[in-house]
């Protein structure tokens, strides 16, 4: 009888290793789509409607640069019309704290501009796998700016003529989304 009841404890024990395991993989999961995308962010949707009576406002010139660097080599770069996310090696992960350099494009969008997403890579390493890589990121960026509401025709997925980016390699690696009428 004692040989028994070792055995369901046994089971009972495996089952709830089992399960714990389970919430654990769930849990990282949850986790790794928070870190790569972020908590909405509250601040984002403030000002996109004008009270009542307002006078209708224009998307602001950006008049200098704002740079956002996080230790993994990935970053953000705003100049103008055109907002840069770098990656850092063999990554397409964009860099924590995009979302005021996501939240510029938004806002342009609402404006009814297009955002055209154009992906680089740099000569590092083989060819074919940097073109795929390049895509990739591109279509991260994509995906980010659709999950924050832009509409599909509203975002242009571009593949530049010379897909190889200028400059050193950390500039290379990256996606460049350009605002146009």
């Avoid at 290793?17 to 849990?27: D, G, N």
């Amino acid at each position: 009888m004692s040989t028994r009841s070792d055995e369901d404890s046994q089971q009972r024990f495996a089952l709830g290793l089992i399960f714990a395991l389970i919430a654990l993989v769930v849990l990282s999961v949850v986790g790794a789509a928070v870190y790569h995308y972020g908590l909405p962010q509250a601040g984002a949707a403030e000002g996109a409607a004008a009270p009542a009576g307002a006078p209708a406002t224009s998307v602001a010139v950006i008049t200098e640069t704002v740079v956002a660097t996080v230790p993994e080599g990935a970053s953000i770069r705003v100049e103008g019309d055109t907002v840069n996310f770098y990656f850092a090696t063999g990554s397409a992960d964009i860099a924590p704290g995009a979302a005021e350099a996501l939240a510029i494009v938004l806002k342009g969008v609402e404006s009814g501009r297009k955002a055209i997403v154009s992906g680089f890579h740099d000569t590092t390493g083989d060819a074919a796998v940097n073109e795929q890589l390049a895509r990739k990121r591109a279509e991260t960026v994509r995906d980010v700016l659709a999950g924050l509401g832009v509409p599909a025709g509203k975002i242009t997925l571009e593949k530049p003529a010379v897909s190889t980016g200028s400059g050193s390699n950390a500039q290379a690696r990256r996606v460049e989304v350009r605002l146009v009428d």
